[in-house]
């Protein structure tokens, strides 16, 4: 089996971002600028902010952090992407999810400016991808479309079966896989929580890409041999033998598929490293639109 490592393949991306910044700076140009609202204490969504804005130095580009605590008002937090949106200097901006309950998240998502907009969520990005017009391509699906073609994983007439329908992976996966472009041009399966008999579709799939946040939910009878396998799952699973008391387990039971898929991500180290490299790509371009 070949392991798809996306934090090796992140680091030569990384790597390229790295030598663009400094053609940048040689040219006196707009080096870029990526901010990071991060609202309360969610330890997940700390490690993730962390790692983006840790990512951001890495390659030379400048990066934000903007921090408020749990009961920020929405009146607040729409004032501070507004003065995002209005920032000559910051280039695109994210507002980590997921947000506290007494916000809406949706209201805040329709107020970034969709030429900010680097993780892709907004409408009119998502609506553009969906015509194949020029877009922010949201952060994850595209670090896997990125993997794929960086592997050489052909896609092309594969039968694909994406499980989860989230608007930020699940949903998006589909319209880029089933896309006339390369990686793309697959026949695309959307499976969700209410799919009956998903062992029979997932069974088809030469390409499983599996979004639905249930540690180890895909086994080795759902699958076919020589299938590939993309893990988006980051889970928690108790695990009283390791120093924080739980470790991170993927969607899929990677122990158990090792000896019959061909290729595979591991959780950590696949998807996770390639969102971030997505979203760093997506703010190299917006410092350069005109
Ligand atoms: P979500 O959590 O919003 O929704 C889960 C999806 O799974 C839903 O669409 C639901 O219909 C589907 N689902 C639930 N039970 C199912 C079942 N039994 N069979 C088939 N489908 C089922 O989705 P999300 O935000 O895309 O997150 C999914 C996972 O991916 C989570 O573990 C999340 O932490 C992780 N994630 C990772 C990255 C990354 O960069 N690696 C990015 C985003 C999300």
């Known amino acids: 089996m070949q392991v798809l490592d996306g934090k090796a393949l992140a680091k030569t991306i990384k790597e390229e971002l790295k030598a663009d910044v400094d053609a940048i700076r040689r040219a006196a140009g707009k080096i870029p600028h990526l901010a990071a609202v991060l609202i309360g204490d969610d330890p997940a969504s700390q490690v993730y902010v962390r790692n983006k804005v840790r990512s951001c130095e890495e390659v030379g580009f400048r990066s934000s952090l903007i921090r408020r605590p749990d009961s920020v008002s929405q009146e607040e937090l729409l004032a501070i992407v507004n003065q995002l949106n209005d920032d000559p200097d910051v280039d695109g901006f994210i507002v980590q999810l997921p947000l506290p309950d007494h916000l809406d998240e949706d209201a805040i998502n329709l107020a970034i400016d969709p030429r900010k ?3 892709g969520f907004t ?3 998502i609506g553009r991808m969906t015509l194949g017009l020029e877009s922010y391509l949201p952060a994850t699906p595209n670090g896997i ?4 073609e960086r592997y050489g994983i052909e896609t092309s007439g594969k039968e694909v079966v994406v499980l989860g329908r989230s608007n930020i992976v699940g949903t998006p996966m589909t319209v880029l896989l089933s896309r006339k472009s390369s990686p793309g041009n697959a026949t695309v399966t959307l499976c969700h929580s209410r799919t009956k008999n998903l062992k029979e579709h997932t069974l088809r799939a ?3 890409v599996a979004a639905i946040g249930i540690p180890e939910m895909v086994t080795a009878d759902m699958v076919k041999d020589g299938a590939v396998i993309i893990d988006v799952g980051i889970n928690r699973v108790d695990d009283s033998s390791r120093p924080r008391g739980y470790r991170l387990a993927g969607d ?3 122990a158990g598929l090792q000896n019959k898929v061909s290729a595979m991500t ?4 696949g998807v996770g490293p390639m969102t971030v490299v997505s979203l760093l790509m997506n703010t190299l371009k917006a410092s350069q639109r005109k």
């Open 252 to 254: 899929a039971d990677y």
């Open 117 to 119: 907009d680097v993780d």
């Open 145 to 148: 479309m990125v993997m794929l």
């Open 123 to 125: 409408p009119v990005n």
């Open 206 to 208: 030469d390409i499983i």
């Open 266 to 269: 591991p959780v950590p180290g």
